[in-house]
C-alpha cells in the first residue's frame, strides 16, 4: 500500500501539479482515532494509509481526483456515510440501495460516490470499492482493494500523455475481472 501511495504522490505531484497544491495534509494516527471514537468505527489499515498520506482534497479544488470524483476529507466521508445509513429504510427503501458497511471516499458533487465497502457486499470481498450512484440501480465493483485501484490509478499515470489529462479524468481499465456489475431492485 505503501509503495502505490509514493507512487501516486509522485505522479500527481509531477503531472497534476493543480491537484496536488490543493490535497489536504495527512492526518495523525490521533486524528484518526478521535474520527474513529467519533463515528463509533475502526476503520481497515489501508483506509488508513490513505488518510495518512492526503485528507481528501480541499473544498474549493475542482479538479477531479478519478472517475470525474473528488478525494472526500475523511470526517465528511463518515459524516455522509452515517447521514446515508441513516436513510435506510426510510428513503431508501430498496435493499442494498446504500448499505451500513460503506464509506465514500471519492464523490462527484452530484450524490454520487465510490465507496469503501468494509462488508464486501455482492462478492464477499471486504475492502472492495464499488459505486453508488444515487439515481441509478447499478452497484459496481470496480476494483478488489484499495490498493489494486491505486494501482490502476498509477498504471494510467505511467501509460498516458498528460495532454490527454482533463477535467473529466476517468479511470477506464481497472483490475483484472473489473468492474464486476450488480443491481439493486
Not at 101 to 114: M, Q, R, V
Request: proline letters at 4%; charged letters at 25%; one cysteine or more.
Amino acid at each position: 500500500m505503501q509503495k502505490e501511495l509514493t507512487t501516486l504522490d509522485q505522479y500527481l505531484s509531477q503531472l497534476r501539479p493543480e491537484l496536488y497544491t490543493h490535497l489536504n495534509a495527512p492526518l495523525t494516527e490521533e486524528a484518526i482515532a478521535a474520527l474513529e471514537k467519533t463515528y463509533a468505527i475502526t476503520l481497515p489499515e489501508d483506509l488508513k494509509a490513505l488518510y495518512q498520506w492526503k485528507n481528501g482534497q480541499r473544498d474549493d479544488c475542482y479538479e477531479t481526483f478519478i472517475n470525474n470524483s473528488g478525494f472526500l476529507p475523511l470526517q465528511e466521508a463518515l459524516e455522509v456515510a452515517k447521514e446515508m445509513t441513516g436513510m435506510i429504510g426510510y428513503d431508501f427503501e430498496v435493499e442494498n440501495w446504500w448499505h451500513a458497511a460503506w464509506i465514500p471516499i471519492f464523490h462527484n458533487g452530484g450524490g454520487d460516490y465510490i465507496c469503501y465497502d468494509t462488508g464486501g457486499l455482492f462478492t464477499g470481498t471486504k475492502g472492495q470499492l464499488l459505486e453508488f450512484w444515487h439515481r441509478d440501480s447499478d452497484r459496481n465493483v470496480i476494483a478488489p482493494g484499495l490498493e489494486s485501484f491505486l494501482q490502476a490509478i498509477n498504471q494510467y499515470y505511467a501509460e498516458t500523455a498528460p495532454a490527454s489529462f482533463d477535467e473529466f479524468f476517468t479511470l477506464e481499465k481497472y483490475a483484472k475481472g473489473y468492474p464486476k456489475k450488480f443491481y439493486v431492485k
